[in-house]
């Protein structure tokens, strides 16, 4: 398979949790559904109503944080990186800028989230990447992020 070819297969959690350094409650994408290497990657969330910031976003009115969405995008995007940088599992990647973030409607509890995550740009460590979130089809946040590669 070529480098820019898609692949269609499932990474579940474990896996995902051997690529990147994210661990419960923190680790946001239960399954990567799909990856073109060096593009694209497709990634998906269960949102349930036991996660611990629904107790206070908010009583009697449950919906995911946004700065949490955006990070599910971002530990979704962090996945695509693996095969384009030497020794990834040395490294972490770290937030440098998040722009352009826009939410359209509230996600809450039982919808499932599924991202869309590409990569403009990758030079001396520094990524640019374009996220979007979707709810039953529906664009429900979108971003545009800047991450830093760096040793662990």
């Given at each position: 398979?070529?480098?820019?070819?898609?692949?269609?297969?499932?990474?579940?959690?474990n896996q995902?949790?051997?690529i990147?350094?994210?661990?419960?409650?923190f680790l946001?994408?239960?399954?990567?559904?799909?990856?073109e290497?060096?593009?694209?990657v497709t990634?998906?969330?269960?949102?349930?109503?036991?996660?611990?910031?629904?107790?206070?976003?908010?009583?009697?009115?449950?919906i995911?944080p946004?700065?949490?969405?955006?990070?599910?995008?971002?530990?979704?995007?962090?996945?695509?990186?693996?095969n384009?940088?030497?020794?990834?599992?040395?490294?972490?990647?770290y937030?440098?800028?998040?722009?352009?973030?826009?939410?359209?409607k509230?996600?809450?509890p039982?919808?499932?989230?599924?991202?869309?995550?590409?990569?403009?740009?990758?030079?001396?460590g520094?990524?640019?990447?374009?996220?979007?979130?979707?709810?039953?089809?529906?664009?429900v946040?979108?971003?545009?992020?800047?991450?830093?590669?760096?040793?662990?």
């Open positions: 398979m070529s480098s820019n070819e898609s692949k269609n297969y499932e990474l579940d959690v995902i949790q051997e990147i350094a994210h661990r419960y409650p946001l994408v239960d399954r990567i559904l799909k990856i290497d060096g593009k694209k990634g998906l969330k269960n949102v349930t109503f036991n996660e611990p910031h629904f107790m206070g976003h908010f009583p009697n009115h449950p995911m946004g700065v949490l969405i955006l990070e599910a995008m971002a530990q979704t995007g962090a996945v695509l990186l693996k384009l940088v030497p020794d990834f599992e040395k490294k972490l990647v937030f440098a800028a998040i722009d352009n973030a826009k939410f359209k509230p996600v809450v039982g919808d499932q989230l599924i991202f869309e995550v590409e990569l403009v740009n990758f030079r001396r520094i990524c640019k990447l374009v996220g979007k979130s979707f709810v039953d089809g529906n664009l946040s979108q971003a545009d992020f800047t991450a830093a590669v760096i040793d662990r």
